[in-house]
């Protein structure tokens, strides 16, 4: 099983859309989540660190499930600008101590 | 402005042509890594450093040198670069092990 999962898609829905990502992984000591966002060619950027509460920033809510090891992006209301590769991210401790994982990133795309 | 600066941004050479890349971070952070991405293999470590003068090898590391003289550089060395480290490569820096990582705006790679 790989360290941190994700649907590659892509996801490709209309503007106004709601869509939801998940993430699994594998390491149930990991500690820290985040999604970020990579355009094309350009570097990821942090959207949202990701609690055991839940969080939300505006369009964007972002869930955790430690029992069943796995995490959620849901963008409400989607915009065109939203188009992106979505990156899951978990910082577990393994061998080589405690690095970012990261998964291989879902592609959404918004069309009008 | 807090932020990653990696040099050069594009970079085209000749296999075996000796090449350093640079990466500085203005953010004090003790934590710095080097990615490389290449299509359907999502983010891969290379090496990564948790203070000045201690570094590690992270996932894919062959071919690849690196150093951590100060805390806010660290350059990634290519001795004899060869055709299959032609890639997009980021470089990354954290403050502490939980929180989430700052990128570079990129080196695109391309070695004939």
């Known amino acids: 099983r790989k360290e941190v999962e994700q649907d590659p898609g892509p996801f490709n829905v209309p503007e106004g859309a709601t869509v939801a990502f998940n993430c699994t992984y594998s390491n149930s000591a990991s500690q820290s989540f985040f999604w970020y966002r990579q355009d094309c060619r350009k570097e990821p950027k942090l959207l949202m660190s990701v609690y055991s509460s839940g969080n939300e920033d505006g369009r964007f809510t972002a869930q955790l499930n430690r029992a069943s090891q796995y995490i959620s992006l849901l963008i409400r209301d989607s915009k065109l600008s939203d188009s992106a590769t979505y990156l899951c991210v978990v910082i577990s401790n393994n061998q080589a101590g405690t690095a970012l994982i990261f998964g291989k990133g879902t592609t959404l795309s918004v069309s009008s | 402005e807090a932020q990653v600066t990696q040099n050069p941004r594009y970079l085209i050479t000749v296999t075996g042509k000796k090449l350093t890349v640079t990466c500085s971070q203005n953010m004090n952070h003790e934590y710095m890594s080097w990615y490389r991405q290449d299509p359907g293999l999502g983010l891969r470590q290379i090496y990564y450093s948790m203070n000045v003068e201690v570094t590690d090898k992270g996932d894919v590391p062959e071919g690849y040198k690196v150093s951590r003289k100060e805390k806010r550089n660290f350059p990634l060395i290519l001795e004899s670069p060869s055709p299959n480290q032609t890639s997009l490569y980021f470089c990354?820096?954290?403050?502490?092990?939980?929180?989430?990582?700052?990128f570079g705006q990129g080196t695109r790679l391309t070695v004939v």
């Open positions: 990354a820096s954290r403050g502490n092990l939980n929180t989430e990582a700052f």
